[in-house]
């Protein structure tokens, strides 16, 4: 078992960062994908980025990145974090971070933190 505890989220004024943080506990990893999604009100959840916990590689959503995005990880600390510049009104959503292990097809979710961008 798998849990994942995001922080990070909060307001923020248009232009401005957020750092996201999904720390995960409760076994050891190894073939593992961790990454982020947002939903946003009355919308599906969308993909934005992952990165593969052996190796560090990432991968991003053209929409759901927007070129703003970065998702690194921090292998001592068992941590995800998703680093989001030049944030607009339309980032304003719930951010999942999100783990699946990749040999059983087993996926955990967090249980979200909301990021809210004023204009």
């Known amino acids: 078992q798998v849990q994942l505890v995001e922080s990070g989220g909060g307001l923020v004024q248009a232009g401005g960062s957020l750092r996201l943080s999904c720390a995960a506990s409760?076994?050891?990893?190894?073939?593992?994908?961790m990454g982020w999604y947002t939903q946003a009100p009355g919308k599906a959840r969308e993909r934005v980025a992952d990165?593969?916990?052996?190796?560090?590689?990432?991968?991003y959503t053209e929409d759901g990145a927007k070129g703003r995005f970065t998702i690194s990880r921090d292998n001592a600390k068992n941590t995800v974090y998703l680093q989001m510049n030049n944030l607009n009104p339309e980032d304003t959503a719930v951010y999942y971070c999100?783990?699946?292990?990749?040999?059983?097809?087993?996926?955990?979710w967090g249980q979200g933190t909301q990021v809210t961008v004023s204009s």
């Open positions: 999100y783990a699946q292990d990749t040999t059983t097809g087993d996926d955990y």
């Open positions: 990165i593969r916990w052996s190796g560090g590689y990432t991968y």
């Open positions: 409760g076994r050891a990893f190894t073939n593992v994908v």
